[in-house]
């Protein structure tokens, strides 16, 4: 064999080892490339699904959000009713009839009186509680009371109702104190009822 054929020799076996280590390395890219499809495939599910699982949280945190701000507007809104009517209610009071008025007082006068000696103070504009009616109440009381009400000289900065006092004991039945005691129960209904879900 001489140089020549020597030569052809090994550059045909180099060569067929360069084939082979092409086609090795063509057969273990394209494993390797199938296997990275794979996983691709694989973590593109997982994204998907991540994707869907966060949509579906940040969907679910918007409509919480929106229920909050509803129910907050919707419980202003009530409010802002309630503070409307009660303020009505206070001009209602005293824009009452004559005979409407005085049969509110002597109901709550008696059902305040805890002697039958007590002080009655008036509001300073208070022009229907006056002396006649006073002795109206006192004959109204009944037995276990004394029937000696007085009206008070001193007059309470007050629209509405009156104030029964006996030494440092006051009892306010002025229709503003009414009112807000009324407005306090019903603002807890209210709560109540926004809030019972």
Do not use: P
């Not at 440092?168 to 603002?187: C, G, H, P, W, Y």
Request: charged letters at 35%; a negative charge.
């Amino acid at each position: 064999m001489n140089a020549e054929q020597v030569v052809q020799k090994i550059l045909a076996e180099a060569e067929a080892e360069a084939r082979k280590i092409s086609d090795e390395a063509r057969d273990k890219a394209a494993e390797q490339g199938s296997q990275l499809d794979s996983e691709l495939a694989a973590f593109d599910a997982k994204t998907d699904e991540l994707a869907a699982e966060a949509g579906e949280d940040k969907l679910q945190r918007m409509l919480a959000g929106a229920r909050m701000d509803n129910a907050k507007q919707l419980l202003a809104a009530k409010v802002g009713i309630l503070n409307e009517v009660f303020e009505q209610s206070k001009k209602a009071v005293n824009e009452l009839s004559d005979e409407r008025y005085l049969s509110w007082a002597m109901a709550m006068m008696k059902q305040a009186v805890e002697s039958g000696d007590e002080e009655v103070i008036i509001g300073k504009d208070e022009k229907r509680i006056n002396a006649d009616f006073i002795k109206k109440v006192n004959r109204e009381l009944g037995a276990g009371f004394k029937g000696n009400l007085r009206l008070s000289d001193e007059k309470g900065d007050f629209a509405g109702g009156f104030v029964l006092s006996r030494g440092k004991v006051q009892i306010n039945v002025t229709a503003d104190v009414m009112i807000e005691i009324l407005r306090e129960s019903m603002e807890t209904e209210l709560a109540a009822e926004l809030f019972a879900e």
